[in-house]
Nanobody, 127 residues
Framework: QVQLVESGGGLVQAGGSLRLSCASSGRTRSSYAMAWFRQPPGKKRDIVAAISWSGTSTYYPNSVKGRFTISSDNAKNTLYLQMNNLKPEDTAVYYC????????????????????WGQGTQVTVSS
């Protein structure tokens, strides 16, 4: 059973930075596509960033492009999200997600493609 545990959330002022981490356990030796999603209060969950197992492919929506960076350390089984120049509209619960992929190049950007989810970590950006 794959388990994902996020950490690194908190309260930060607008313009500040945070780095989220997602530690995974229980994965097989298969390739895993991974991503970060977020859910603002009263809104649906949306993708923030996605990365292939090899790390060679990444995806960002326009809302965070140039400010957020996703990366992974497969040796440590850890996924990261570096968030810079944070804005109040970035306030949300951030979730880590993982799913087996047919190859190390595969990237997944749709919520229902992911089978495994963390419990979420709160990020609050004050103005």
């Amino acid at each position: 059973q794959v388990q994902l545990v996020e950490s690194g959330g908190g309260l930060v002022q607008a313009g500040g930075s945070l780095r989220l981490s997602c530690a995974s356990s229980g994965r097989t030796r298969s390739s895993y596509a991974m991503a970060w999603f977020r859910q603002p209060p009263g809104k649906k969950r949306d993708i923030v960033a996605a990365i292939s197992w090899s790390g060679t492919s990444t995806y960002y929506p326009n809302s965070v492009k140039g400010r957020f960076t996703i990366s992974s350390d497969n040796a440590k089984n850890t996924l990261y999200l570096q968030m810079n120049n944070l804005k109040p509209e970035d306030t949300a619960v951030y979730y880590c997600a993982a799913d087996q992929a047919v190859g190390p190049w595969v990237i997944k950007t749709v919520e229902n493609e992911y089978q495994h989810w963390g419990q979420g970590t709160q990020v609050t950006v004050s103005s």
